[in-house]
C-alpha cells in the first residue's frame, strides 16, 4: 500500500525557513509528480510546487523567489523549504503524488504554524 | 494563471437527492487534466474524479463527472450522509496549476 508522510518543524518564527519532508512508502518515486499543496486555516488549496519524475521542478510564480523543492530518490523522500515565512504562510501542508490527470494519492498533511 | 470558478458556493439538501457542482474555467482546459476532490472536516482531499470524468478507484457510482472546454460538473446522485464534504476541482494541464475555491455540500 503506497502512503505518504510528512514531517517536519510544526512550529516556524516569522523570517526563518520552513522544512518539510515527505516519505513515500511501498511505491517507487519514478513516473509520477511530486507535488506540495497547502491549505491555510478555513481557506482552499494552493499548489506549492512539485518535483518531477525527470528530476526537474516547477514552482508557483506566487512562491517562486521562496520556495525549493528537492529530492532524495535512494531515501524515497521529498522536501520543500520556504524562506522568509510570515503569518500568511501558516496552513496545513500537503504532499500528494500526481499525474497529468490527478492528484491520486495525499498525505494527512503537516500543520505549520508562524509564530514568534 | 487559470481561475477556476465553483459555484455554488454552499448546497444543502436532503438525503437521497442529487447535487450538481459546477466548475468554470478562465480558459479552456484539456479534458484529462481536469479532476475533483472530496474533502471532509479534518481530512486531506481524497480523488474522486479524474480526466473530468473517469471515477478513482474506489469511488461509488453516484459520484460522476462531465464537462469540456471551460465548464465541467460534478454531479452526486442520491444523496448519502457521509457526501457532506467541501468539493474542489483541479486543473493541472496549465502551470501554475490551480483549484476552485470549494463548494460545500451540506446533507440536512
Known amino acids: 500500500q503506497v502512503q505518504l508522510q510528512e514531517s517536519g518543524s510544526g512550529l516556524v518564527k516569522p523570517s526563518e525557513t520552513l522544512s518539510l519532508a515527505c516519505t513515500v512508502s511501498g511505491a517507487s518515486m519514478n513516473n509520477y509528480f511530486w507535488n506540495w499543496i497547502r491549505q491555510a486555516p478555513g481557506k482552499g488549496l494552493e499548489w506549492i510546487g512539485y518535483f518531477s519524475y525527470s528530476r526537474s521542478t516547477n514552482y508557483n510564480p506566487s512562491l517562486r523567489s521562496r520556495v525549493t523543492i528537492s529530492a532524495d530518490m535512494s531515501k524515497n523522500q521529498i522536501s520543500l523549504r520556504l524562506s522568509s515565512v510570515t503569518a500568511a504562510d501558516t496552513a496545513m501542508y500537503y504532499c500528494a503524488r500526481s499525474s497529468f490527470s490527478a492528484a491520486d494519492l495525499w498525505g494527512h498533511g503537516t500543520l505549520v504554524t508562524v509564530s514568534s | 494563471d487559470i481561475v477556476l470558478t465553483q459555484s455554488p458556493g454552499t448546497l444543502s439538501l436532503s438525503p437521497g437527492e442529487r447535487a450538481t457542482l459546477s466548475c468554470r474555467a478562465s480558459?479552456?482546459?484539456?479534458?484529462?487534466?481536469l479532476a475533483w476532490y472530496q474533502q471532509r472536516s479534518g481530512q486531506p482531499p481524497r480523488l474522486l474524479i479524474e480526466g473530468a470524468s473517469n471515477r478513482a478507484t474506489g469511488i461509488p457510482d453516484r459520484f460522476s463527472g462531465g464537462g469540456s472546454g471551460t465548464d465541467f460538473t460534478l454531479t452526486i446522485s442520491r444523496l448519502e450522509p457521509q457526501d457532506s464534504a467541501v468539493y474542489y476541482c483541479h486543473q493541472l494541464g496549465n502551470l501554475p496549476q490551480t483549484f476552485g475555491q470549494g463548494t460545500t455540500v451540506e446533507i440536512k
Open positions: 480558459r479552456r482546459i484539456t479534458i484529462r487534466s
